[in-house]
C-alpha cells in the first residue's frame, strides 16, 4: 500500500496547519520587528504582535497535530499491521539523526520563543497603553486626567492590580467582561465611581506611601479670583494640619493620624456615592467603640444595619488621587494665576466660567461654542477691548479649549460634578460628609465642624487669624459651602 509510506503530515488537515502555522510565524516576526522599532507603544500593533498572531501560530500547529492523530487512526483502520505504535528510530542513520536534532532544535526554539511571548503578552496587558487607550472612548477622561496628574508616571496597575497573583486574575476576569462590554458597546456612561472592587489602600497606596509617615502642618496657598469686573484676586493661606505618624516614633497628630493609623473607622453611606453618611463607629487603640449618628437621618438602627459598611482607608478621602477632574472654578483660577487666561479683561473670571460651566452635547461643539460665545461676549458688550485686545481674547479662548478638553468630557457625561473630590469641602461635601457638628455619639461628642480642627488661617503678616468670607454670612459653620460654591459660575 504505497500510501502508508507516506509520512503522516501528508494530509489535507495537516497540511492546512502547517501553512496557518507558517503564515502565522512570518507574521509574528514581522510584527514584533515593527512593534520593536516603534517609538510609542501601539495598543492595536501590541495585542496584534503578542496575542494574536501567537495564538494563530498555536492554532496552526495543533491543526497539524490533529491532522497527523486522524490520519493516523485512518491508517490503523485500513491496516492495523501496518502502524506501529511508536516510530522507529535508527540514529545511525544520517538523515535521522539530523531529523531527530532538528525537531529537537525546534521544540526548545519554539517553548523558549512561547515563554517570552507570554511573559510579553502578561507584560503588554499591565501597560498604561493597553488600559487607557486600547478602550479609547471609554477611558479617555480617566486616562487623560490621571497623564496630567501627580501620578502621570505611576502605573494604571499599581493602583488597580497591585502585586500578587489573585488580583491579577480577578482583574484579567472583569477584563474580559469589560472588553466584551466595550465591543457590543454596553459599557455605562460615566463608569461609575467608587470602583466596586477597588483593593484595599493598604495593598496599593500603602506600597508606595508609608503611612506612618509624619508630615506636619503643610502650608498650602489658594488663589481666587471674584466674579466681579477686575476679577479681583483673593488669597486664602491656610496651614493643614496633615499631620500623621505613629505612636512609636511619638509624632503623632492632625488629619492623618486620627483616621487611619491608630484608629479604626467604618461607616455606612445610604447612597452609592457615600456622600450620605448617617453611621460612622471609631474603635481606637485601646478597643474603645464609639458610634456617632446623624441627628438629621430618619433611618432605624435596623435599616442602618442593613447598609453596606465600609472601613475607611486612603481612598475615602483621597478618591481623586489621580482621575482628577477640576471644577471650572477652580480651573479658571489656576489659569488667570499662571497668566493664560488675561485678567485685563474685564469679567475675565465670570465670562470663563460661563462658557466652561454651560452643558454641551459633544465635545468638538463645545470648542466651537466656547470660541464664539466667549469672544462675541467682547464683541458685543466692550467693543473697545474687543479692538485693543484681540490677540489676548484669542490666547484666553485657546487655554479655555484646553481646559475643557481636559475636565469635561460630554460623551461619556464626565466632569467635576459625576465624580467629586472627596479632600476639602468647598465645591463638595467632602470632610463635612461626617464633620458636620451633627453626628451625635450617646454620651453627647459631636464629630466637629471647627474651622480650626482641621487648619488655620494665616493672614497677611503670617500670624493666624481668622476666615474672613468675602460675602458677610454670618457664623460659616452653619453652611455647607458647596450649597452656594457649585464649582459653576457664581453670582455676586
Ligand atoms: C494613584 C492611583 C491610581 C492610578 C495610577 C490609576 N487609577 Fe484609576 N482610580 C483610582 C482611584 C482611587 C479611583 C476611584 C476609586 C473610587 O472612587 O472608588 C479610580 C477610578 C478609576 C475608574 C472609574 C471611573 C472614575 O473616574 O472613578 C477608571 C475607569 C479608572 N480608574 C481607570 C484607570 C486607568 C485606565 C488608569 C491608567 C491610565 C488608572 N485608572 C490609573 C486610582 C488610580
Ligand atoms: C507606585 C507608587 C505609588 C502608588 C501605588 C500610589 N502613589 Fe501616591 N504618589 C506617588 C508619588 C511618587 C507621588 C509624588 C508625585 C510628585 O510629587 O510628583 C505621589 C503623590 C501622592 C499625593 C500628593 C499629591 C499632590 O497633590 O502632590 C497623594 C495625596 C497621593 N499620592 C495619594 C495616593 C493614593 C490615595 C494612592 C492609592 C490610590 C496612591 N497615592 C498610590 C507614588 C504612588
Ligand atoms: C450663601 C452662599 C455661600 C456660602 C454658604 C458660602 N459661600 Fe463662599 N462665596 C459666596 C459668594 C457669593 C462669594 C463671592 C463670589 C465672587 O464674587 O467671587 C464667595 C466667595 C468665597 C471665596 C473667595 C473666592 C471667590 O470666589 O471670590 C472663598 C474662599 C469662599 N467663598 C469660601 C467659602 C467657604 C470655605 C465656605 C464654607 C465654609 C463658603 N464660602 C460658603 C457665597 C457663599
Ligand atoms: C481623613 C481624610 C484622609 C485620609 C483617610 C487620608 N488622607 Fe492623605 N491627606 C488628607 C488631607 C486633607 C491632606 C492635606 C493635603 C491637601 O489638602 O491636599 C492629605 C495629604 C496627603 C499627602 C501629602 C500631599 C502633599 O501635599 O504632600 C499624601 C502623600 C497623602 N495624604 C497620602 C495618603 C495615604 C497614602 C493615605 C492612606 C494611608 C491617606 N493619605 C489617608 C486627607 C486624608
Ligand atoms: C466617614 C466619616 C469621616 C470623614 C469623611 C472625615 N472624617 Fe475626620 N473624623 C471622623 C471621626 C469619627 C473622627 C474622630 C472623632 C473622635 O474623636 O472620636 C474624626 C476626627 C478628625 C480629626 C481630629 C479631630 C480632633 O478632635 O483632633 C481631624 C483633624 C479630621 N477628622 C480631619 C478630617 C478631614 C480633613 C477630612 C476630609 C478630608 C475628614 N476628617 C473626613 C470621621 C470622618
Ligand atoms: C474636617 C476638617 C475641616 C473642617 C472642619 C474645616 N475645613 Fe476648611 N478645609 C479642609 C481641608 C482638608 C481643606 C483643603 C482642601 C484642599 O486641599 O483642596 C480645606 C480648605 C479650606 C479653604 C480653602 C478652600 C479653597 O479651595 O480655596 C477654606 C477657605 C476653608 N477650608 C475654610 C473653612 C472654614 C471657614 C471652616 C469652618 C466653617 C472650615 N474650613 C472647616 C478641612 C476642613
Known sequence: ?????????????????????????????????????????NPYLGILAWIVAPAILSLGLAVYIAGLLIERRRRHRHAPEMVRPYPSLDLNVRRTRFIVTAVFAGVICFVTASVIGSYQAFHYT???????????????????????????????????????????????????????????????????SPVE???????????????????????????????DEQSTPREVRLLIKTGGGSPSSGMTSGIHWHMNISNEI?????????????????????????????????????????????????????????????????????????????????????????????????????????????????????????????????????TLKQIFGNTRFPEMNVDWRTHRDNVGHLYTLGCFRCHDDQHVSADGKRISKECTVCHTVLGESGATAEFQHPVELGDLRNFNCADCHSGGVMSQ
Open 1 to 41: 500500500m504505497p500510501h502508508n509510506n507516506k509520512h503522516l503530515g501528508r494530509n489535507p488537515i495537516s497540511l492546512a496547519g502547517a501553512l496557518i502555522a507558517f503564515v502565522a510565524l512570518m507574521n509574528t516576526i514581522f510584527l514584533i520587528y515593527i512593534d520593536a522599532r516603534a517609538s510609542h507603544a
Open 126 to 192: 499591565e501597560t498604561d497603553a493597553f488600559c487607557g487607550t486600547l478602550c479609547h472612548q471609554i477611558m479617555i477622561p480617566e486616562y487623560t486626567a490621571y497623564k496630567l496628574s501627580p501620578h502621570a508616571r505611576v502605573g494604571c496597575v499599581g493602583c488597580h492590580v497591585g502585586a500578587g497573583a489573585t488580583w491579577y486574575v480577578r482583574s484579567k476576569l472583569s477584563g474580559s467582561y469589560q472588553v466584551y462590554a466595550a465591543l457590543a458597546n454596553k459599557y455605562p456612561r460615566p463608569i461609575p
Open 197 to 227: 472592587n477597588l483593593r484595599p489602600a493598604q495593598q496599593t497606596c500603602e506600597q508606595c506611601h508609608w503611612p506612618e509617615k509624619f508630615f506636619g502642618a503643610q502650608l498650602k496657598v489658594f488663589n481666587h479670583y471674584q466674579y
Open 266 to 398: 467604618t461607616y455606612a453611606a445610604t447612597d452609592w456615592q457615600r456622600q450620605d453618611i448617617p453611621w460612622i463607629q471609631v474603635k481606637d487603640r485601646s478597643g474603645k467603640v464609639t458610634e456617632y449618628r446623624s441627628e438629621g437621618s430618619k433611618l432605624t438602627p435596623a435599616q442602618i444595619a442593613a447598609l453596606p459598611h465600609r472601613r475607611m482607608d486612603c481612598v475615602d478621602c483621597h478618591n481623586r488621587p489621580t482621575h482628577i477632574y477640576l471644577s471650572p472654578d477652580r480651573s479658571v483660577d489656576r489659569a488667570l494665576l499662571a497668566g493664560t487666561i488675561d485678567r485685563s479683561l474685564p469679567f475675565a473670571k465670570q465670562q470663563s466660567v460661563t462658557v466652561l460651566s454651560k452643558d454641551y452635547k459633544s465635545t468638538p461643539q463645545a470648542m466651537q461654542a466656547i470660541a464664539n460665545d466667549f469672544t462675541a461676549y467682547y464683541r458685543t458688550n466692550q467693543p473697545a477691548v474687543f479692538a485693543a485686545k484681540k490677540a489676548s481674547i484669542d490666547r484666553s479662548v485657546t
